[in-house]
């Protein structure tokens, strides 16, 4: 017999639990796209206390559609490691060249990431930053994205977190918030420069960083804040961002 | 050395190959939610030439959102045994009631789809079926799904199939396109009924069927078909819907 | 000093807790309009356990523009009584024609509803009903209204009622998915009549009643329903009909 | 017997009184939110004509939607007597912290502003500001907020006033235009700063301030024009805000 | 001294002088296009008390666009002792066929109804009829037109009339409403019928006529109600069934 | 030296010198799509006065974009002559079905019409048609398309006519007006059916006829208008349809 | 006998004679409103070629919607001989205050200025200027409005000019392009100031002048150029405005 | 017999391979206007290797709406020559001034393109540029026009080029996106001056030019880049515009 009270009662408390553990975590992460997803599991599998806030229903940022609708990426030789870490098919289409369906792409990066422990939030923005002292960033502003795009007028509510990391792709959000709301921080957003995929996959590794502190930045939020250039439909050094955001935020959450 | 030209021909190549190789298949099938991509995996396992349209960037149709935004959906006891084949955590909230997260579900059923080898082609919407002999539907008509959000007029490609199920939701929309373009068609899609999940969930088992020769229905558009009750975030009959959906093509395919 | 995590932590828990203290009420009340508001007031100092959802982010349905943007309304001399019960202050014009601060009856409305104890949840909207036995309404199906606005796909939830009343206006909205629904239900919204004020006002008492087993319409929507006139900026016919739909939904209830 | 002739005319002769008696006001407040509504009941209390002019058709400003849409409002020690002078019930959820419905305290600010003497005009917007000598406010330039959402080119009315207050919000509306038409006015709108309730909460007693001559910041628009802190759903600053401002506008209007 | 509190105070005293002056007139025009223009000013003249509510901001209808935008229209033989009549210029293109001025025409027929002492209400929409016993139009139920675009849930208020003209064009908007809400009403808006000028022409003499008790149709609309062909930009006619409406219109005032 | 006001005569005057010298046709062609481009020129190479008004900017209508936006489209071996006719380059990709590009294609059809002599109205869309005697077809409605799309209230002119060929595509739009305009016209559009290139290319030489006296349906509306199955991206029945509508439309031009 | 042929030639003849004829005129008015009506009726009862180009349907810029839709605006004792002129009916309604009906003012000053002899175009847009010599304005370049409002691209045509008169309103437009392509030229268009109807009644005088070589700008745009304050529904200011305006132009006319 | 499998696989096989055949070409030509068209038409008979992305679904730029929607075109003497070239018919209006069809110029100059070898790909925008060793553009970036249409979030595709042409028109899209990414570079969109047709038409011969290294403009993107004035239906320079960055690509090309 299946009562529709049972059903209401588990989700809404199941949720409510989950939200109320998670007011206060270590890591809080803008954006579920594939570099965040990455950095998501790789915290997760070390213990932090890790959340995922994605405005959209669904999660994979811009990777579902390939290049130009055609739904395949390719990941070059260094990446390919964490293809097979996270059990995604590819086959070799030239020497150093994986091809893999996007769509498997992201459903694995997901599903891993939430099965090391991380929490997905869904529907929800970060659409704000708190500060402490003027000089640090000790969380996050949320609200349900719904509220943005039905034009209604309400208050959000906050998760404390010792590392923020912006993830939310090429506008950069968190980091746009934070630069309009605190002028006197060394943070511009700068805009990603022309397509030159080897330059800007090399890139990555540098812009990916810490930007204000207690703010890092992954994926192509990264390239946009240090205008790196541009890459297209090649997603190795995305992953490696992401990988590389999780290691300066553990590191971060260490020293606190 | 990161070449752009390659990772174009890469992309282009892959797809094209994956395209033409699809131009005839065994089933096809419209709508990547959740019956559908179980429908996918259960055909695909058992080597049928399987593909299924998407006509937005994301699979998981309306699973995505749990309960009024909240993450989580439930499955009962008869549907455990599907959460457990494809990998998917959850816990028991009460007995014969499981919460999983809904987020982790649909990348699982989707990652599980795609490594049986169901191929699925996303941004492609099936706006019309091809007809022959004025009584079995022979293929499916596809557009990219951004020509008609950009209002654009193009003609569409075809896809021959043996089989088509429509699991496009509550829309059950390739069943309105042939109740619309074939009155004498005894296909009528009249509407869920109002919500009661106990009804709902057995209704499902009956209402998945094959509704006119050659096209089966499956998940929420077989409810929608046949006026089965409405059933809120419960997932369990969705699930076992798909699995019917793949039993019946199956069939229809061995037939031919 | 103030902590934002235990703000936080404070709106979710009491939110939930009411929310899940109302997972089964007696009687679930469709709009916050001044029909249900005395509707709600009447039935919680009764000791009913009484929710009212509104879709909008305020209360107060169509009184706040009063006639024209004119901020003013009339009410006659049979609910003046009304006026004085709820602490609405009003003059008389003409005798027998009281007219009151549109904006004020709202204020009084709402908080003597909330301060007898009804529950109002806003940004909430009864988008269907529960229906048991194919012959009576058993309770709401929920939505964040901001779900449909946003045009996302989300499935809602439920809250189990022994009386449901559809104060929701012109629209009848849960009416009319109970007649689309339910063909059978001899329940039809027929639309309300041109403007006849005497006639609207005295209609609205044979037309506030019980139009399915479980489900009473009360206010704009009761003439809507039963093809009642039209009454304009006159609010006397309003009150009392909230009135009556509370005594209606308080004899269903104790038959219970 | 109800006769729509005087019915429309008890409107329109009431509200036209009550319009021709205000063209000449001692305080005219931009905007009904929370502090505003508490300024307009301080200020009617002690006499003073005060008009509130609110572009929405309801009164209550951000409050509505408490935290994330759950109705819900914190309120701190320093300002629990303003519920208990308005009659808002509260709950303690922890020492210092108090919990009230967002909905009820809407509805008791409102109708408390009200009853104390206070004209509020709703759908009606404050567009542009008087001025004289080039060197202080001198009234308000109204015009029904339809017109600009209805996209017409219609000419605005005008009120004097001897002092003004932009409770506007965020968006410090009449800040801004004055800024804009005014720019030797010393007077610059800096935007919010992050979430920060703590400072927040205790920056509203400075910002809430004369900015130009005439011209009072209040609620979160006197934030937002001296780069307070963002507080969220806790409000015991705003209803303090409220009352600070009525207490410059009283000094004002004395010195004249 | 110019003064702005007096020319509020002018224009909203005037206004509402005249408004409170027409809540009971004997002939209530809706539409104040070509057609109503001449019915209002010859109604006028004849010292009817004439109010014509029109929707938009300006008067004239579908004239001022001449035919495909060229601002010129054409009259013929019948119709050019009314050109003479209000004094709008002309030549003779043809024998029988006169050409003016659409923007020439607009202007006078406006100034010379209003010299007459037809009152024009613009922005004002006829949105409903007031009935009586249930088988005559008592008046009309009026709203500001920038209540429907902006979206506004607000109540209208009442005119009574001794007779209704629906000069509302090719929508004759008021018949609609009529039909749709007195099904029993043997009224039927039927459509135009496709070009063919001279027969609309003529039509339109007897098309122009009482459709209702109190409800009598006049240019556009009234080829509307009664399937007359259309004529495009020949205005000979239109000009005729104004003046034929005002004739109608006299008749049944005087009969009461 | 270049002179603006000669370039502005020029093309005034060279505009409105044909405008005025095609007011009476014999052959007028609504829509400037593939079918109705080829009846076009052979009309006009037999020396009959045509006029085609296309409501797009740009003619071609639905062969632009290919199949699914490739640019290429599909003859068969019956049609391959019109593609030499008109001078398009194809390609033969399998014994029987030539491939093209479709932008060359289309601008092939429209120059080779306009060289034949028939005249192009762009951004003229056919509004209504004129009629004669309640039995036949007599002309076209003409209005900008800009009108419309600009939501501007403008009457239309008009242009004689011994036949009207309707080919608007799948819209049928001049077919649909005359349906609803004059019910008792034995015309119905009745929408295409399901996809079946062979039977939809060999459907087009029936339902490319005279649907009502005067009026010539061709290309896709042939097929929406009496039920004919869909084509896809193959384009020799619509260049054949387009022949056999001009063929049509001379016999009956010829009677006259 | 009428004839749609007769009727169509008739009007685009007629149309286009006028063009032709006004391709180099004397002056060029861009907008339609009180200002412009003015200026466009003394110029031409003095002999002047001039042509008024309005982007809307109808003439009368914002008189239409007096102050708050009330439709009456104010006029002082200085402009009273203009409403004389014009055949305005007004009354006084204090010492120096005169009303008049909205309606009836625009109705009157748009038919004496067509009588005067001034050609008025609609829905035509000045869109950009001519200069000649990098140091005049040489005439106007105009389109269709409803090629901008339907987003088509298309090119406009010209109008030669000795003179052009910027009546555009509060947007400034023909200023506006002017400042914005001729960056040396030293014209900046500053915006209105708050509102001080005395002030900005007495500032138009001084506003209203040359404000390039060739280019005069009238009414609220001359205030706008110029930073003169705003002054609501008193129109005294804007007929004067256009009077100077037509004085200058004619200065400027005659020194060529 | 009429495989639909045949058309699909036809279609896509041949679009496929002239994709693949043009992912390094000589000539990447952004814009399919009249400039473009020319300067493909030139490249591709000199044999070169050139591509033409347009975004929209037909070529042809703003050539066809003529001058204010009226479809004819101006040539003056210098131009003649390429009328005829291309094999578009015209009639001499006054000496040096020629007037043809706009319809048929577009169709003439896209036909003779795509003989001469260009290859168009329509529905094809260059969002951005390739960029190699900061100091030179390497390609182009590319996307589907309805990602952006749709609003979709979609990684481009890219194409090396030796030389681009921007021909993008008014908007000179590619320049600004180069201008924007590549701050250091000296190239700025000055944006086109006001109507002067003789002196803009003669401009057009200087502003076409190389203005980053890889990077020529052409049409009207050359004025607008180097503040060139506006020529209106003028369409003489815009042809030789095409012919000079044809030739100018030349020597590039050559170059390398």
């Known amino acids: 017999m299946l009562d529709e009270e049972v059903i209401t009662k588990a989700i809404v408390e199941e949720y409510m639990r989950t939200f109320l553990e998670n007011t206060d975590v270590e890591a809080a992460l803008g954006g579920a796209g ?18 995922v806030y994605e405005e959209k229903l669904n999660v994979g940022g811009g990777m579902w559609g390939g290049g130009m609708m055609y739904p395949r990426i390719v990941v070059q030789e260094e990446a390919k490691r964490i293809l097979k870490e996270f059990g995604i098919n590819f086959s070799e289409y030239e020497k150093g060249y994986y091809v893999a369906s996007s769509i498997e792409s992201v459903a694995r990066l997901a599903s891993e990431a939430v099965k ?35 034009n209604l007028h309400v208050d959000p509510l906050t998760v404390k977190a010792d590392v923020v990391i912006d993830g939310t ?51 192509m939020a990264a390239n946009a804040v240090s205008a790196g250039p541009r890459m297209g439909p090649v997603f190795g050094g995305m992953l490696l961002s992401g990988e590389k955001a999780a290691e300066l935020a553990l590191e971060r959450i260490e020293e606190k």
Chains 1, 2, 3, 4, 5, 6, 7, 8 share one sequence.
Request: glycine letters at 8%.
């Open 116 to 150: 090391a422990g991380a929490e997905i939030f869904n529907l929800t923005k970060v659409e704000d930053v708190m500060v402490r002292e003027d000089d640090h960033i000790a969380g996050v502003v949320l609200n349900w994205s719904a509220v943005e795009k039905a």
């Open 169 to 219: 792709g090429h506008d950069a959000e968190i980091c746009r918030v934070t630069q309009r709301k605190i002028p006197d921080a060394d943070l511009q957003v700068r805009g990603e420069k022309p397509m030159w995929a080897e330059k800007g996959e090399k890139a990555l590794m540098d812009t990916t960083k810490e930007v204000y502190p207690g703010l890092i930045v992954s994926g």
């Open 34 to 51: 594939p570099a965040n997803l990455v950095a998501a599991k790789k915290l997760a599998e070390k213990g932090v206390k890790t959340a």
